[in-house]
């Protein structure tokens, strides 16, 4: 028996690799689904199932390129209704994978079709767990991303309960749990890094299993401080329950080199917007008038997901050399599938063909201090607002980059903002959106309050919001 746990840390996502006997089931795949095939291929193995734990809202799952190209059967838990052919398990139905066996516990309370995996290995015993997002480690399940459902988030939490405790607290203490996201997931409200521990573990430090947790007390905890989802989530979960367009089809059109003439004319017929996905020292120092900037080499998927409203958007970008397929991937796999191509020849060759650029001024930490010190600054600290009330620079207003297309309004064109995160990826997001909406007097802090703070700059813990200047 061979179990591998797939992470990819931008989506803070788990795809698991099981294998025994020469047989393959592949939990929760991401879209692009030609690794996966390859691994089973390089294993003299075959594909048998594609196990999905529910329909997943912040990320387009690979299950139905992977059947189609694999020959392996979907597989839901109870009370799925997918629109593709796929198999519905009843709770407690066992499958056959070579020498072990995969028991589909349904787990209803994140979502309402929501299963978990358990695999009993070689000899008969129960080996782990495939929690997908009923169980994290540290955490669980939000309780309010199902599609289409009449039930309220606490009716859901209270079927959280019931799921836990029922079907996953009662297994031995040595099972191994594989959850479907770590850290920095949506998903969750207190993940922790680690992407694995065994349930004994769990039992002890995970606050939504104590065993003398009432259900009132579990519902109350799970629902508090629960933030709006991002716009996307939905959007993904209709997706991966209706079906979608092929990964190869989204490749083969989204990966065309355009001239600088082609670009310009797809960008000023409105036919598409301009993503710079470059590094963001490249993109201050020069960039195509009403780009936004999201760096490919950070929480790229997720801030598209959350920034770009649409998903049928068309999309022109410009990209370092030979990443232009990971571009395209990465859009794709939150749904984004209108990539129509990018800038030959990046950035040169705008500025060959005797094209505009723009730039961003850009300065140190400590060289904002000092005139902070000095003088009255207009500030933004795009940090999440949990951030901002745990410390914050005195007198600096809070607006999060999250929600910066709805509270645009509240900024004056007239003014010179000075904006800021924690390290520096989410400012220079917000300064190019800001930018795109002929906002002209931006500058971006380098380094975000991470370096702010070294500089001896007074901040302070949450008193009031400061007012919108």
């Known amino acids: 028996m061979k179990i591998e746990q797939i992470y990819t840390g931008c989506l803070a996502e788990a795809a698991y690799y099981i294998e025994s006997n020469g047989e393959v089931a592949i939990i929760d795949p991401l879209r692009e689904v030609a690794p996966y095939i390859d691994k089973a291929k390089e294993n003299g193995a075959t594909i048998k199932y594609v196990l999905e734990t529910h329909f997943h809202a912040d990320f387009v799952s690979g299950h139905i390129d992977l059947a189609k190209q694999s020959g ?74 199902a599609v289409k459902t009449d039930l309220s988030r606490e009716d859901l939490a209270s079927h959280l309960f019931d799921s836990l405790r029922n079907k996953l607290m009662p297994l031995a203490d040595s099972v191994i749990v594989y959850p479907g996201h770590g850290a920095g997931s949506a998903c969750g409200k207190n993940m922790s890094k ?63 080199s355009l001239d600088p003439k082609q670009f310009r004319d797809l960008v000023e017929r409105n036919e598409a917007i301009i993503l710079d996905t ?54 794709a796999r939150v749904g984004y599938d209108n990539a129509l191509g990018f800038l030959e020849n990046g950035i040169e060759s705008w500025k060959s063909a005797g094209f505009e650029t723009e730039s ?24 999440k607002t949990s951030e901002y009330e745990s410390q914050h620079i005195e007198g600096v207003v809070n607006f999060p980059l ?49 370096e702010i703070k070294k500089s001896c700059v007074k901040v302070t813990k949450y008193k009031e919001p400061a007012t919108m200047l």
Request: charged share 25%; with cysteine; hydrophobic share 40%.
């Open 72 to 145: 392996a059967e979907i597989v839901y838990g109870p009370t799925a209704e997918p629109n593709f052919k796929a198999h519905v398990a009843k709770d407690g139905e066992v499958l056959d994978l070579g020498n072990v066996k995969i028991k589909v516990l349904h787990t209803p309370g994140h979502t309402m079709e929501s299963s978990t995996f358990l695999l009993t290995d070689e000899e008969g015993v129960d080996h782990a767990i495939f929690t997908g997002d009923t169980l994290f480690i540290g955490d669980v399940g939000r309780p309010d991303l």
């Open 194 to 256: 680690e992407t694995t521990d065994t349930l004994g573990n769990q039992k002890k430090s995970n606050y939504a299993l104590r065993a003398d947790m009432t259900r009132e007390e579990f519902i109350k905890e799970v629902t508090a401080g629960l933030v709006d989802p991002p716009q996307y989530f939905p959007k993904n979960a209709v997706m991966n329950k209706m079906g979608y367009e092929s990964i190869d089809s989204v490749l083969q059109k989204g990966i065309v």
């Open 278 to 331: 470059r590094a963001s020292s490249a993109f201050l120092k020069a960039h195509i008038p009403g780009s936004i900037w999201i760096g490919i080499d950070n929480n790229f998927a997720p801030w598209v997901g959350a920034l770009i409203t649409d998903l049928q958007q068309p999309i022109v970008f410009v990209a370092d050399s030979d990443r232009e397929q990971e571009v395209v991937t990465r859009l």
């Open 360 to 383: 961003i001024q850009s300065i140190g930490a400590h060289d904002f201090v000092g005139m902070y010190d000095t003088e009255f600054l207009n500030v933004l600290d795009v940090r």
């Open 402 to 450: 999250d929600h910066i297309n709805k509270n645009m309004n509240q900024l004056d064109r007239s003014v010179k903002y000075y904006v800021h995160c924690q390290g520096g990826f989410r400012s220079v997001i917000a300064a190019s959106i800001l930018k795109s909406r002929r906002f002209d007097y931006i500058v971006n802090i380098e380094g975000g309050f991470n």
